[in-house]
């Protein structure tokens, strides 16, 4: 049974290149979060989708950031144009609903980002 | 504004002996908490949670306690192992708030052999 998936593991790429980092959530999840961990602000979620409609994007940092679910298998987070502050490890996190009963996010292995 | 807040950046204890990782949060509306455990170049995984109708969740070598009154929880690791040496996030929900968490900022636990 597979977990999330993310691709590229590691990138790095020049200020002003655009960056697209890739996710593939659980099957079956119907919840699919982008997070953002720095030394400087922990993990801080960007924003987060619900069968693949965009939730709440409060946790994006500014426009030059944006995120796609064309579908219940597949999500981007863009950067355009990338910037050295943008060096982080960027985590894709996927659930189903909570119940309230027990809840917990399923996260994939990351991608470290290095902009230069 | 951070409102789960882990105070100790890291902690070293001796194998064998009992690790406490504590953490305290300010929003009241916070009805489930969670613990996750990452090693370098790993997602965080799923280690243990609390509903906050509890007061105490064991599970193996660790349990949580909420103290509510007190906003504050507590991850304690019995007996240490140094496989445990991670960084454990603490998290929060609330229930009106959908399925978001809010994590704290992380606490580097070495466990020495």
């Known amino acids: 049974d597979a977990g999330v998936i993310q691709s590229p593991r590691h990138e790095v790429t020049e200020m002003g290149q655009e960056v697209t980092l890739r996710c593939k959530p659980i099957?079956?999840?119907?919840?699919l979060f982008w997070y953002r961990q720095t030394m400087m602000r922990g993990l801080e979620l960007l924003i987060y989708?619900?069968?693949?409609?965009?939730?709440?994007d409060s946790g994006m940092p500014e426009d030059r950031f944006s995120a796609k679910m064309p579908n219940a298998s597949f999500s981007t987070l863009k950067i355009q144009p990338s910037e050295p502050r943008d060096s982080a490890v960027y985590f894709c996190?996927?659930?189903?609903?909570?119940?309230?009963?027990?809840?917990?996010?399923?996260f994939g292995p990351g991608t470290r980002l290095t902009v230069t | 504004d951070q409102q789960v807040k882990q105070n100790s950046p890291s902690l070293s204890v001796q194998e064998g002996r009992i690790s406490i990782l504590n953490c305290d949060y300010t929003?009241?509306?916070?009805?489930?908490f969670l613990w996750y455990k990452k090693y370098p170049a790993e997602g965080p995984t799923f280690l243990i949670s609390?509903?906050?109708?509890?007061d105490k969740n064991e599970d193996g070598r660790f349990t949580v306690f909420l103290n509510k009154s007190a906003k504050h929880l507590s991850l304690h690791i019995v007996p240490s192992q140094p496989g445990d040496s991670a960084v454990y996030f603490c998290?929060?929900?609330?229930?009106?708030?959908?399925?978001?968490?809010?994590f704290g900022a992380g606490t580097i636990l070495r466990v020495k052999s």
């Open positions: 996190a996927s659930s189903p609903p909570r119940t309230g009963l027990h809840y917990e996010q399923y």
């Open positions: 099957s079956g999840h119907d919840y």
């Open positions: 989708f619900n069968n693949n409609v965009p939730i709440d």
């Open positions: 929003n009241s509306m916070f009805d489930y």
């Open positions: 609390i509903s906050s109708i509890k």
């Open positions: 998290a929060a929900s609330a229930l009106e708030y959908g399925n978001k968490l809010v």
